[in-house]
């Protein structure tokens, strides 16, 4: 008998206030199209369904709100155009609150792994323009191991990567329940309760040479530079080397 195939979801975490910016980031204009499409596009090859995860309606400016719903239904209608992955899963492309508003990454953890139908999900920031459908790809693989493992993420530059990750949705959505209950917002410090395989920097440099899945925009610099990074690209040959925006780090030196 055939074995059945694991069920993936993906996450977007759609951004907070997005103060440093000014405007929700989520929505920015990159290549003429929103941030969110970009990262849709990452991992739609990947997944059987796709989760915007966002604040609720109360905590958002009307701007968001309506942009969000936009968003949504531009991928779901265009899903096959943009590779999503063939899937028996319906609807496609779901909206997810969080239950609180602005509480970070740990809240958004919970309300996307409570949500989703996957039996595994790659959650990743809605700031990432130039994530790697391969890195994706393979961290869905080695979360799809017989190790099972609960999570799978990369250390990047001495960082843990939580928004660089996929988690078991059967253990990792009661982890993060009971942390945001706990108001512990840091959202790899309590990794060693559970199964975790870290992905360290040269098997991530085979997939993606230059680093660019790491490229996030906390800042309009940062946009302004992915901006030029895009124009480069496209008047560039792919094997020349390219002078990347800035990044912050996200993560955690804590080891796992």
């Known amino acids: 008998m055939a074995r059945a195939r694991t069920l993936r979801s993906g996450v977007i975490l759609a951004g907070g206030r997005s103060s440093r910016i000014g405007t929700p980031k989520a929505l920015l204009d990159l290549g003429g199209e929103p941030l969110l499409t970009r990262v849709a596009r990452a991992l739609l090859p990947s997944c059987d369904e796709l989760l915007l995860v966002a604040a609720p309606p109360a905590a958002q ?125 840091r959202p790899t410090k309590l990794l060693d309760r559970v199964r975790v395989e870290v992905v360290d920097e040269p098997a991530v440099r085979a997939l993606d040479p230059e680093g660019l899945s790491f490229v996030n925009l906390n800042a309009r610099a940062d946009y302004e530079a992915a901006r030029a990074l895009l124009e480069r690209t496209a008047r560039r040959p792919l094997n020349e080397r390219r002078r990347r925006p800035g990044r912050s780090p996200r993560g955690s030196s804590a080891g796992a």
């Open 61 to 185: 400016g009307t701007e968001l709100r309506l942009g969000l719903a936009r968003v949504q239904h531009a991928i779901a209608r265009r899903w096959d155009a943009l590779g999503g992955r063939a899937g028996r899963l319906r609807p496609r492309v779901r909206m997810v609150r969080d239950a609180h508003a602005h509480l970070g990454p740990v809240a958004g953890l919970a309300s996307a792994l409570a949500a989703a139908r996957g039996d595994v999900a790659y959650v990743a920031a809605c700031d990432v323009p130039f994530l790697s459908p391969a890195l994706v790809a393979a961290l869905f693989a080695r979360a799809e191991s017989p190790a099972k493992p609960d999570v799978v993420l990369v250390r990047w530059r001495g960082y843990l990567e939580p928004l660089v990750a996929v988690y078991r949705t059967a253990t990792m959505r009661e982890h993060y329940a009971r942390q945001l209950a706990e108001h512990d917002l």
